[in-house]
């Protein structure tokens, strides 16, 4: 088994987590202002809280006068294609990116805090002369940054990107940027319910909506515009789910069969994994999908059970609660009871 680890990452340290890390919202400001050109990034596979951040300082970036381009690593799935509408989202092309990345003055990474997770994108982005930010939410950031701000007590990067807005400029915090901003905080705090959902994000909530940020059709557009074949899958996936240690573990596996029986792929399982902890008594859920070239790991937990360590133990990370892990070398039927014998040990 070897756990996926892009080429290239010994000279990135990595920060202990935990802790309010280099920059204030103060410095970030600075450093954004201070350049005429920006380009924003997030992670490989991105969800509604890393697109909808970078919409939202994209728009907000452009109102103030810069020169704006937003670039990803991987396409914009479907159920985010209405963020495409609200600032366009471009998909990396080595032949024309590079040079956007190079003539760049700041370099915004969003929702991420390893070089690892923008992929095809790290070389580039390494290489550029263009001063590089990070904001992002997750545990244990490297030092690859000149600005790096990463705070694990918010729920959502989009929360961060709020309070950057609103501190520097709350005129500019339109319906676009509202839309944008309720998408990312919506979707990772599991539509408000999630433990760091608490009257901070209900206040930031209801500052969005009066922005102009539609509840029904942003939830419509992310969460009920899927797919028959999406439904099927979600089918096949729950009738073969399983319960380990007495209980305590559930689990459910995607096969490559079984995206092309239903005609689906990997993003359309986003929120897929959540449903293994509906059951009562359930502590620890996980979701394997296996890939061409890997497995693909989903960890969900309740209360103080740490999802993010047994995440990594399989080389991923992630919060307390929602972590993730992608694994090479190994086949499906190997490392499902591996993981799952390690899960024994975190149940309580």
């Known amino acids: 088994m070897q756990i996926l680890q892009p080429a290239g990452t010994s000279d990135i340290r990595t920060i202990s987590s935990g802790l ?124 690859f940054v000149d600005a790096l701000f990463v705070e694990t007590a918010y729920a959502a990067t989009g929360m961060m990107v709020f309070e950057l807005i609103d501190r520097w400029d709350s005129t500019l915090l339109d319906e676009r940027v509202a839309t944008a901003l309720y998408a990312a905080i919506m979707t990772d705090t599991g539509s408000f319910r999630f433990p760091k959902t608490d009257a901070s994000v209900h206040r930031m909530i209801a500052r969005l ?20 074949g999406r439904l099927r899958l979600l089918g096949m996936l729950l009738h073969g789910l399983t319960l380990s240690h007495d209980g305590r573990v559930a689990s459910v596996t995607i096969t490559r069969e079984m995206f ?50 047994l995440a990594r133990e399989f080389g991923g990370n992630g919060h307390l609660n929602a972590a993730g892990a992608r694994v090479t070398g190994v086949s499906l039927q190997d490392l499902i009871p591996r993981v799952l014998m390690r899960a024994k040990h975190y149940v309580q």
Do not use: W
Not at 105 to 114: E, P, R, S
Not at 212 to 218: F, K, L, Q, R
């Open 20 to 143: 309010r890390m280099n920059a204030s919202f103060q410095e970030v400001r600075s450093l954004l202002e201070s350049a005429s050109s920006v380009v924003l990034t997030t992670h490989i596979n991105p969800d509604a809280d890393g697109l909808g951040s970078e919409c939202a300082l994209a728009i907000f970036l452009q109102q103030r006068g810069k020169r704006v381009r937003i670039v990803n690593h991987s396409n914009t799935p479907g159920n985010c294609a209405f963020l495409d509408t609200l600032f366009p989202i471009e998909v990396y092309a080595a032949a024309e990116h590079d040079r956007v990345l190079a003539a760049a003055d700041v370099i915004a990474i969003l929702d991420t805090n390893h070089p690892d997770r923008v992929a095809s994108m790290k070389q580039a982005l390494l290489a550029s002369p263009a001063k590089r930010v990070c904001i992002d939410h997750h545990p244990d950031p490297a030092d």
């Open 209 to 228: 909506i009066e922005a102009g940020a539609d509840p029904v059709a942003i939830y419509e557009n992310i969460y009920e515009r899927g797919s028959a």
């Open 260 to 309: 092309q029986k239903t005609g689906t792929t990997e993003p359309e399982t986003d929120a897929f994994v959540p449903y293994t902890l509906s059951i009562d008594g359930v502590q620890i859920g996980i979701m394997f999908t296996e890939m061409e070239d890997l497995v693909k790991v989903n960890f969900r937990s309740k209360g103080s059970v740490p999802a993010n360590a």
